[in-house]
């Protein structure tokens, strides 16, 4: 296992289990927290061995937002030329470029960026104490991490503007309602289905899964005729490849939790 600055890095297998490791402080999020994300994720990578990332919490809490001190000390000096890259920016081009599978397990409250970094990952899984809360608004802040289009793709745009304007906690039971996540576990069981997932996933053929993973987020631009045309382009070079990525090709279903 290895630490860097805010985060720790700990390898389970072909899965890179990233924990945000400042559970005295709810894991808030700071510019060194997002700049560590960030090489995690460039190192995952670049790494063939690394077939998923997983990234959780440390303590009782996924992530308490960004961290109050240097929220008030980067609005004091110069408003939100640091709030851009801070909030806004964040880890997010690695995440959404991330090629492998990307799984969350929200292991406790997730407020503010706590919330919106969540929303880039393919699979979010949450424990049953886990909310997500969007207080944008009344925080005078802006989200980030490309929030303003995933929300509203997740959850519907009635949804979405409900959340993020009206703002107020989403406790798990009603995120799982709405698709915000796709499962919701006791807590003690979280981390272990969440492993276990993502090591099943770790197996999947690259090359396919990074098509799907393409497709999927260019979709929900595209009208029905639009989408086969691209899905037939996408077949073809996955035949032209030979589907030769490094990885093993797994034949494992996706199954709901508990099932084998």
Not at 58 to 78: E, H, I, Q, S
Not at 178 to 191: F, I, M, N, R
């Amino acid at each position: 296992m290895s630490e860097c600055l805010d985060i720790t890095v700990a390898r389970h297998g072909p899965v890179a289990l990233i924990t945000l490791n400042r559970p005295a402080r709810l894991n808030a999020y700071t510019p060194d927290m997002g700049d560590a994300l960030v090489a995690a994720f460039r190192d995952s990578a670049a790494d063939d061995d690394i077939g998923a990332v997983l990234v959780t919490g440390a303590g009782r809490a996924f992530c308490a937002g960004a961290d109050r001190d240097l929220l008030t000390g980067a609005r004091a000096r110069n408003g939100l030329r640091i709030g851009e890259e801070f909030f806004i920016r964040g880890f997010a081009p690695e995440l959404h470029a991330f090629a492998k599978p990307t799984l969350v397990a929200i292991n406790g409250p997730a407020v503010g960026i706590g919330a919106t970094m969540t929303l880039p990952f393919d699979i979010r899984l949450a424990a049953e104490s886990a909310v997500l809360d969007f207080p944008f608004p009344r925080l005078g802040l802006m989200p980030g991490m490309g929030s303003s289009a995933l929300l509203p793709r997740l959850v519907g745009e009635g949804r979405a503007r409900q959340m993020m304007l009206a703002g107020g906690p989403v406790d798990a039971t009603a995120a799982h309602a709405c698709g915000l996540v796709a499962e919701v576990l006791p807590d003690a069981a979280l981390l272990a289905r969440a492993l276990d997932l993502a090591t099943r996933m770790a197996g999947f053929d690259r090359a396919a899964y990074r098509a799907c993973k393409t497709a999927l987020a260019a979709g929900a631009g595209r009208s029905v005729e639009q989408a086969l045309a691209a899905e037939l382009q996408a077949s073809a070079r996955l035949r032209r490849a030979g589907l030769t990525d490094p990885g093993q090709t797994s034949s494992q279903p996706f199954s709901p939790a508990g099932q084998p």
